[in-house]
């Protein structure tokens, strides 16, 4: 029988804070089948989410024109989003549930007369505020959802999909959850119908300062030389990598930022098929396409 340890929720943020308690491992060891154990230690996990985000609340405030020096200066150096929107193919009845939205820094890259609608989930209230206001901007239709993916998908969500002419699911640097969870999304999207899932995964093993400076620092120099990047763009892309490094690191210590071998091995279990796509970034990320077959 599972052993159940149950931690206070001051236990897991000390442990969050210093690294002795990697999240993932901490609710993979501990979860039991048992709902009412699950919803405690999930809302503990909830709240040490919260915390690390908070920290980090570029990711969540990130919209077009803001200052430099954010990670997304160096991500639209790559033109990741333009890629990962092309490997979706949109059409016009489709409808995107965007998980982890942050301040749906994706919707602008989707021409909004190329779908039906939008749904973005996040956990943290400010974000979803700055992602409302997105949408707005953009002239997307669409909703944004507050809620903690930990526990699965919001019932909205699940709605939308089973509505949607086609509905495809995005997570892009958002599945930084115990597999359970992971597991639990991708079953209750199919279950409702959702065409497929779309991932872009920051790759644990691959995350690391050297291997990063020494792919980076060759571009931008190159990139200045043959005058594709600008001088200012190189110093924002500097100011963005020592924002990216740390980061990087206390996501990799605190979180399980599972491999694609990984993600493919606990869906193959749902009967998904698991496609890597590319892996971009000199393959610190990975893009992923999941689909379900259903059993005949
Ligand atoms: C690295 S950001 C990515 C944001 C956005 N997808 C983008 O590409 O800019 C991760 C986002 O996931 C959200 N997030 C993290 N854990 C979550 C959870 N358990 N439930 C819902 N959202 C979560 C965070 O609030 C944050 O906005």
């Not at 990962?84 to 942050?102: A, K, Q, T, Y």
């Not at 980076?216 to 005058?227: C, D, E, N």
């Not at 493919?264 to 698991?274: F, I, R, T």
Request: charged share 20%.
């Amino acid at each position: 029988m599972a052993t159940v340890r149950v931690l206070a929720p001051a236990q897991v943020l000390k442990g969050l804070t210093t690294g002795v308690l990697p999240l993932g491992r901490a609710l993979e060891n501990d979860l039991s089948t048992d709902p009412t154990v699950e919803a405690a230690v999930w809302g503990q996990a909830a709240e040490a989410h919260a915390a690390f985000w908070d920290n980090w609340a570029e990711w969540r405030h990130a919209r077009p024109g803001t200052p430099g020096g954010s990670f997304h200066d160096i991500v639209r150096m790559f033109k990741l989003e333009d890629q990962l929107i092309r490997f979706m193919s949109l059409e016009p009845n489709d409808v995107v549930i965007d998980l982890g939205c942050g301040a749906a820094w994706m919707a602008q890259f989707i021409p909004s007369t190329t779908i039906a609608g939008y749904v973005g989930v996040d956990s943290h209230p400010a974000t979803v505020t700055t992602a409302r206001k997105e949408l707005d901007r953009l002239g997307l239709a669409g909703t944004v959802v507050k809620h903690d993916l930990l526990v699965g998908l919001p019932g909205s969500a699940v709605e939308a999909i089973a509505k949607a002419g086609r509905a495809r699911v995005l997570a892009r640097w958002a599945f930084y959850l115990p597999m359970q969870s992971i597991v639990r999304i991708v079953k209750q999207a199919f279950e409702a119908g959702a065409c497929d899932l779309t991932v872009d995964q920051l790759t644990a093993g691959k995350f690391s300062p050297p291997s990063l400076m020494v792919h980076f620092m060759p571009f931008l120099a190159k990139g200045l030389v043959r005058r594709e990047l600008s001088g200012i763009q190189v110093i924002r892309a500097l100011k963005a990598l020592t924002r990216m490094i740390p980061y990087g690191l206390e996501l990799k210590k605190l979180f399980p930022l599972w491999s694609s071998d990984q993600i493919a091995e606990a869906l193959n279990g749902l009967g998904c098929k698991v496609e890597v796509l590319a892996q971009p970034l000199w393959g610190q990320t990975t893009f992923l396409r999941v689909t379900h077959n259903p059993v005949p």
